[in-house]
């Protein structure tokens, strides 16, 4: 099972540069979600999404912009990179819930450093 | 201001022992609250969860409880083992759209660590 998969791993980045950070799952998940981890903090939102076609702002939008043209594929824009957007980065899923607690599925994260 | 407070940064524990990992929170809307488990270089998993309705849950050697009154959440882990050796994420859930997707909002995170 694959389940969330990120890619790259790692990348560092010069300040200005652009890039996308890619993140696909494989199980059908309707809900799809990016955080950024700064060192000894929690996750952030940065944005969700809870189908194609439809994408919604996080804690920490700003920097960022995202699509969602599939349902197995939301990747995450930074088109002009600051020192500050140095993180690790995380894309989540889940299902449809029914006013249940249905659990996010996390990739294992894409190490960003801006330099 | 943080809506979720996890205030001891480590916990270190003996093999076998109880391990308690506290949470506090602020907002009295949240719908469920999560528990993350982190091992270095991967994701976050699932741990175990439990409604706002609730005041217990339990899932083999692990149990959530939650007071309300007070805003506090607990994990207790026993027996602990080696392998628990991570960093846990309280993160309470607020829905949305209805009732049909909710968001996380996680707590800086405890590292627990079981020696031998």
């Known amino acids: 099972n694959a389940g969330v998969t990120q890619t790259p791993k790692f990348r560092i980045l010069k300040i200005g540069q652009s890039m996308t950070l890619q993140c696909t799952q494989d199980m059908n998940h309707n809900y799809m979600y990016w955080y950024r981890q700064d060192p000894g903090m929690g996750l952030k939102l940065i944005y969700y999404?809870?189908?194609?076609?439809?994408?919604d702002k996080g804690e920490v939008p700003n920097g960022y912009n995202v699509s969602r043209s599939t349902t197995e594929d939301f990747p995450l824009r930074l088109e002009l990179a600051a020192p500050s957007q140095t993180s690790v980065y995380f894309c989540?899923?889940?299902?449809?819930?029914?006013?249940?607690?249905?659990?996010?599925?996390f990739g294992d994260g894409t190490r960003l450093s801006i330099l | 201001d943080q809506q979720v407070k996890q205030n001891s940064p480590s916990l270190s524990v003996q093999e076998g022992r109880i391990s308690i990992l506290n949470c506090d929170y602020t907002n009295s809307m949240f719908d469920y609250f999560l528990w993350y488990k982190k091992y270095p270089a991967e994701g976050p998993t699932f741990l175990i969860s439990i409604s706002s309705i609730k005041d217990k849950n339990e899932d083999g050697r692990f149990t959530v409880f939650l007071n309300k009154s007070a805003k506090h959440l607990s994990l207790h882990i026993v027996p602990s083992q080696p392998g628990d050796s991570a960093v846990y994420f309280c993160?309470?859930?607020?829905?949305?759209?209805?009732?049909?997707?909710?968001?996380?909002?996680f707590g800086k995170g405890t590292k627990l660590s079981v020696k031998p």
């Open positions: 993160a309470p859930l607020i829905m949305n759209y209805g009732g049909s997707q909710g968001n996380l909002i």
């Open positions: 999404s809870v189908g194609a076609g439809i994408t």
């Open positions: 989540a899923s889940s299902r449809l819930g029914e006013g249940s607690n249905q659990p996010q599925h």
